[in-house]
Nanobody, 114 residues
Framework: VQLVESGGGLVQAGGSLRLSCAAS????????LDWYRQAPGKQRELVAV???????NYADSVKGRFTISRDNAKNTVYLQMNSLEPDDTAVYYC?????????WGQGTQVTVSS
């Protein structure tokens, strides 16, 4: 199983970024997918999750600003991040739960300047 994130970078407050995570080695269509983030000195926190039916849930801190989506034809999950704030600065990790096991990508850095 391999998860490869892309799309991170440096952006000014109020800007947008779209993260992508390409998956292989799993039956993507039945996999629960999520995005976590970890800021320096803080615990990893769940940002957004999407199940196989397309239902989504978000952390309160990103509701209304972030959108998780999936493209089963491309085995890819996305995180659209709008109205970014300096507190969104973190390493963002893509995760997948498949057949009772959790898998993680290597992470992509998102830095929001004030």
């Amino acid at each position: 199983v391999q998860l490869v994130e892309s799309g991170g970078g440096l952006v000014q407050a109020g800007g947008s970024l779209r993260l992508s995570c390409a998956a292989s080695g799993i039956v993507f269509a039945i996999t629960v997918l999520d995005w976590y983030r970890q800021a320096p000195g803080k615990q990893r926190e769940l940002v957004a999750v999407i199940n196989s039916g397309g239902s989504t849930n978000y952390a309160d801190s990103v509701k209304g600003r972030f959108t998780i989506s999936r493209d089963n034809a491309k085995n890819t999950v996305y995180l659209q991040m709008n109205s970014l704030e300096p507190d969104d600065t973190a390493v963002y990790y893509c995760g997948a739960t498949f057949m009772g096991r959790d898998y993680w990508g290597q992470g992509t850095q998102v830095t929001v300047s004030s």
